[in-house]
Nanobody
Framework: QVQLVESGGGLVQAGGSLRLSCAASGRAFSSRAMGWFRQPPGKEREFVAAIISSGVSTKYADSVKGRFTISRDNAKNTVYLQMNNLNPEDTAVYYC??????????????????WGQGTQVTVSS
């Protein structure tokens, strides 16, 4: 029903910035909350940020608060993750995910029913 494709990952030096994009196709993108998760090497997938359907409310993991910004453009069916002041601890595969509902800022991966393939972000020091 929803297909998600991440882009924008790559290699960046510590202190640098990167912007990830998640392009959605299929129905009801604008009626779903969206999230970004990441999986560092050797660790489990963890919550990064979420945004509700209208975009007026967002939530961030403490580890990225003040550095990352999630946004969405429903007219373009796209969600973004702006990452600033990156550090090596941000190295991970980043995943875009679509929630089952529009209004809650969910932090559990189990609440999301569609996932992108992931994009690698590597931060060097």
């Amino acid at each position: 029903q929803v297909q998600l494709v991440e882009s924008g990952g790559g290699l960046v030096q510590a202190g640098g910035s990167l912007r990830l994009s998640c392009a959605a196709s299929g129905r009801a993108f604008s009626s779903r909350a969206m999230g970004w998760f990441r999986q560092p090497p050797g660790k489990e997938r963890e919550f990064v940020a979420a945004i509700i359907s209208s975009g007026v409310s967002t939530k961030y993991a403490d580890s990225v608060k003040g550095r990352f910004t999630i946004s969405r453009d429903n007219a373009k069916n796209t969600v973004y993750l702006q990452m600033n002041n990156l550090n090596p601890e941000d190295t991970a595969v980043y995943y875009c995910a679509a929630d089952r509902q529009p209004f809650r800022l969910e932090t559990s991966a189990a609440d999301y029913d569609y996932w992108g393939q992931g994009t690698q972000v590597t931060v060097s020091s």
